[in-house]
């Protein structure tokens, strides 16, 4: 029988897709999008580090710093969308962490086995393992259909996503253990906060596509 959470998760999802296929078509979807997005990151960050013990000036340069990083993030996503080809680049590198996450999830519940690391209980190798997979067959699907040519550094990019979208989800993880906190907020219903589904592509998206630029621009 499926759990109150998992169906929350699932709707949340369902809706989560839709509004993607709405972004990807119009641009001030993205707009708005992106603000709420940045918005909710922030509130939702600096609650979260208001439960952590350490020096308060600590806190306002590691406040001030990620606002800084998610502004330029969310700035040049959205400059960069304006052009088609570069729009469509970006967005494989939103659904290669969407797969990671999902094969994560996917994975780690069907197969269970060791745990990764102490910093998240819930994370097992063969989810780790499920999230290189799964992202690198999206990233492989994706462009084998741009490029005539589909290049092995396609898959090594793939799997470098995943690695540091795997590394962002446990960073925040990391926080959230150190603020004795569940989950960052409550606004998307079965998934938590803006920064519980989106951690792992703020660090995921950048470097997967300063790879691919280096490689192939």
Same mark, same amino acid.
């Given at each position: 029988m499926i759990s109150l959470n998992l169906k929350k998760r699932i709707i949340t999802s369902l809706i989560l897709l839709s509004l993607c296929l709405l972004i990807i078509r119009f641009n001030f979807f993205l707009l708005y999008s992106l603000i709420i997005?940045?918005? !909710?990151?922030? @509130?939702?960050?600096?609650?979260?580090?208001?439960? *952590?013990?350490?020096? %308060? #000036?600590?806190?306002?340069? &590691?406040?001030i710093f990620f606002i800084l990083y998610l502004f330029t993030f969310l700035s040049l996503f959205f400059i960069l969308s304006n052009f088609i080809e570069l729009k469509i680049i970006l967005f494989s590198f939103v659904f290669c962490c969407v797969a990671s996450d999902l094969?994560?999830?996917? !994975?780690?519940? @069907?197969?269970?086995?060791?745990?990764?690391?102490? *910093?998240?209980?819930? %994370? #097992?190798?063969?989810?780790? &393992?499920?999230?290189?997979?799964?992202?690198?067959?999206v990233m492989y699907f994706i462009f084998s259909s741009i490029l005539s040519k589909l290049e092995y550094k396609i898959l090594i990019i793939g799997i470098l996503t995943s690695v540091f979208c795997q590394l962002g989800d446990l960073l925040f993880s990391y926080l959230k253990r150190k603020a004795k906190m569940k989950d960052t907020g409550n606004f998307l219903p079965g998934h938590g906060g803006v920064l519980d589904r989106f951690d792992?592509?703020?660090?995921?998206?950048?470097?997967?596509?300063?790879?691919?630029?280096?490689i192939f621009i």
């Open positions: 997005i940045g918005v !909710f990151s922030i @509130i939702e960050f600096s609650n979260l580090f208001k439960n *952590i013990k350490i020096h %308060k #000036t600590y806190k306002f340069l &590691i406040n094969g994560g999830y996917m !994975f780690g519940k @069907i197969f269970k086995g060791p745990k990764l690391t102490k *910093i998240s209980p819930n %994370k #097992t190798i063969s989810g780790a &393992i499920g999230s290189i997979l799964l992202s690198s067959f792992g592509m703020f660090l995921g998206i950048p470097i997967g596509f300063t790879i691919f630029s280096i």
